[in-house]
């Protein structure tokens, strides 16, 4: 007699029949003319199927609960901090010591910046990954990494990796391989023999590093190629047009899942597709490969969300949630890169006009299946992705503005709140990001005296209310929260010292989260309002990601307002981007569907005065 079928086999066949028309139009779309496409399909069943037998039982429960709640990680309880292991703690077992310093902010989930096994010296923060197989060895090992996502999970706190999907380190095994002249690891990569080939690349090429790491291709005169190296020397771009590449890569990424990863921060995945001519960003073929390996994390690890690292313009952000063919079957998550310039942006010229209109414009009032990240600063530069186009809606010169935005955030412009440090100076396009602290560019660290520290502090604070509110998930990056400035000690280290980013990545000052409850210090304000803020967002249902995000016109330059659009009842965020006093007419407020006039952030009721709301300079305010 023939033996039913197990109810985990079943599971995984409901689950492939369920993603199958996900993935392999995509992947006979890309790979159907290699000779080796059929091998490459069988492999690629097997792998995804032996991911699902290593699969924990706890993992597949989890798989199971998040059947039942795909709203999970839209929901108004979800908060992030971003942070690096060492600086933060030290290393994994450190981390969990500071669980409770983490909960009691309200946090959710945790990004552990990346934190598999770099290359020795210096890895790009970690972003040059030489075994994406071990935890780096000064963080711990495996096991302990196993420990604390099993802690967590328990905590209920999520936990997010970065999976590099476009580069390896050269120390890599493959590319150690392929440097010795083995064939099969050299087409894992982008090699040439000769310079022709990359030279037509670079016509159309722009460069990530143009300080540090000038052109997109390095010359290896031992083993006579030229490889495509896009980011440092040190970081090899992989050829995701062999299906190996695929393949070995889906093998990595199914493995850290079953490590109890929830999020996988799928790192600078832009530049995954080349195409002679072009820019070699954001091709179509990026979100094909994206969209299959979202089907696979689906088939075999559907606890696991993905989140897409692509810091370019809101028109080419948003394919990366999923538009068009790819909707609802991409990214889960992808970093709100626009809302957190245009936050500067106004931030500067007390202007939100540009802001409102950009984020109006490019993007929908809602997602299939997805949300933003959203932020204020993180691990990386601040780039002035503002297009010509949208400057000109403004009657503004785009590079005019572009370079206002650095020279204010560095902190040269006349009347300049701000202290930065510039980042990648482009002399041939002019382009000049920023890097800096939250509280250094909001103007905390030149600030000389009470009134001005108390104008950085609102600033920050209203940061962190905007991105709460505005739909996704928050994420707060480590040091933000008790206000830390600019760290100015990486110019003394070798492997930092050319790259100012560092300069926002300090260690965690413990002494100032020590006296996080005295409520006079500047970064005691800070930490318990942004507390107050989360725990204000955690009883605000009406703030799921899943409702629409509406932008609306004001008519006030300096206020800017969205519109969360609950089935039950509207809430209208405002927030004032001067140092002055607004006024909003009764009649806007109420046209806009304020009834009640309680302001869910501050759980007071508002008044008006002669038929006016009067918001005081950085006020913030979700009125129902
Ligand atoms: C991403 C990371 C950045 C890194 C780059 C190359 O953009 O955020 O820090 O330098 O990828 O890996």
Known sequence: MARAPKPDDQIFQLRMARSAPDL?????????????????????????SAAWKDRPSDLKLLDLQRDLEPDWFQRANMAGYVFYLDRFAGNLTGVLEKLDYLQELGITYVHFMPCLQPRPGDSDGGYSVMDYRNINPAYGTLDDFKAVSAQLRQRGISLCIDLVLNHTAKEHDWAKRAAQGDRAAQDMYLMFDSRDVPQAYEQTLVEVFPDNAPG???????FGKWVWTTFNEHQWDLNWANPQVFLEITKIMLHLANTGVDVLRLDAVAFMWKRLGTRCQSEPEVHMLLQALRACSRIASPAVLHLEEAIVSPQEMLPYLGRGKHDGREGNLAYHNSLMVQFWSALATRDTRLMTHVLATHFPDRLTNATYATYI????????????????????????????????????????????????????????????????????????????????VQRILMGHALIAAFGGIPLIYMGDELAM???????????????????????????LAEARHNGETTSSRVYLGVKHILQRRRVTPDLHAGHPTKILQTGRDPIFAVQRQAPTAAILCLFNFSEHWQHLPGGWLRDHGVTRFHDALSDTQVHLHDDQLALPPFARVWLT
């Open 24 to 48: 392999w139009p995509m992947l006979e779309a890309i790979y159907g003319d290699h000779p080796g496409y059929d091998a490459f399909c069988a492999d690629l069943k097997d792998a995804l």
């Open 216 to 222: 997109n291709f390095t010359h290896y005169p031992d």
């Open 377 to 456: 600063r993180c691990h990386d530069d601040i780039g002035w992705a503002i297009t010509d186009e949208d400057a000109s809606a403004l009657t503004m010169s785009g590079p005019a503005h572009r370079s206002y935005l650095s020279d204010f955030y560095e902190g040269g412009f006349p009347g300049s709140f701000a202290q930065g440090v510039l980042f990648q100076v482009n002399e041939a396009t002019g382009d000049k990001r920023i890097s800096g602290s939250f509280a250094s560019l909001a103007g905390l660290e030149k600030a000389r005296n009470p009134d001005e520290a108390e104008a950085a």
């Open 485 to 511: 400035l600019n760290d100015y000690s990486y110019l003394d280290s070798p492997d930092h010292a050319h790259d100012s980013r560092w300069v926002h990545r300090p260690a965690m000052d413990w002494a």
